[in-house]
């Protein structure tokens, strides 16, 4: 079974402060992602990357950042955290294959306060 | 650009019971799949079934099924005998085949809040 680990269940943080958010994969999955998910609009596409140091910009990049330094980690960096990016976040990852489906962590619940 | 529409924000079904949760898309790709995943309040994403664009048959996984009508563009999900556990939050999801090098994303609906009565 693919395992994908989400550093934190809870966090909540003040605005202004700089926020990491670590997910970790254990199956050697190239593909990604980081969603956001808020009540009434699913899951929005923040980041994804499809290689190591690669990344690319989802539908809602702004004010977030993403680093891939080693295949199995994908982290999503809050450069200044805000309370609208107060919502539950979840990593995914997925292999080459076009019927393949993502594979969901168990989602951090981030406050900024 | 792609979109799912879930017109359904929340279902009722009595227990035991059939229930079908709306999905329909947009696309003008030829070539796409299209995927159901269901969130139980503990909140971890589970993949239930998935249709090809290019598949002859309604896909079905034990009791889901997937009714796909591609002129249409929907592909509504069937849940055949309702159980209280299938009380969760459900998501058409659909990904769009694309060049290599892509990171295969899907694009999420907005979601169904099914609730099983007792």
């Known amino acids: 079974d693919v395992k994908v680990t989400q550093s934190s269940r809870y966090l909540v943080k003040r605005t202004g402060e700089k926020v990491f958010l670590e997910c970790v994969q254990d199956?050697?999955?190239?593909?990604m992602f980081w969603y956001r998910q808020d009540p009434g609009l699913g899951l929005r596409l923040i980041y994804f990357s499809y290689d190591v140091k690669m990344k690319e910009k989802g539908d809602i990049p702004e004010g977030y950042s993403v680093s891939r330094e080693k295949k199995e980690r994908f982290s999503l960096i809050l450069e200044s955290a805000s309370t609208n990016q107060t919502s539950m976040y979840l990593c995914?990852?997925?292999?080459?294959?076009?019927?393949?489906?993502?594979?969901f962590g168990n989602g951090t619940r981030l406050t900024v306060t | 650009a792609q979109k799912i529409t879930q017109t359904q924000p929340g279902m009722f079904v009595q227990e035991k019971e059939a229930v079908t949760l709306d999905c329909t898309y947009d696309?003008?790709?030829?070539?796409?799949?299209l995927f159901w995943y269901k969130q139980p309040s503990s909140g971890e994403m589970i993949f239930l079934i998935y249709q090809g664009s290019y598949d002859e048959q309604n896909a079905t996984e034990g009791r889901y099924s997937l009714n796909f009508q591609k002129a249409r563009k929907s592909a509504n999900l069937v849940i055949s005998a309702s159980q209280l556990g299938d009380s969760a939050m459900y998501f058409c999801a659909m990904r769009v085949l694309i060049s290599s090098g892509s990171a295969r994303q899907l694009t999420f609906g907005s979601g169904t809040q099914l609730t099983v009565l007792p």
């Open positions: 995914a990852t997925t292999d080459r294959g076009y019927n393949s489906p993502l594979h």
């Open positions: 696309t003008s790709d030829q070539s796409y799949g």
């Open positions: 199956m050697d999955h190239e593909n």
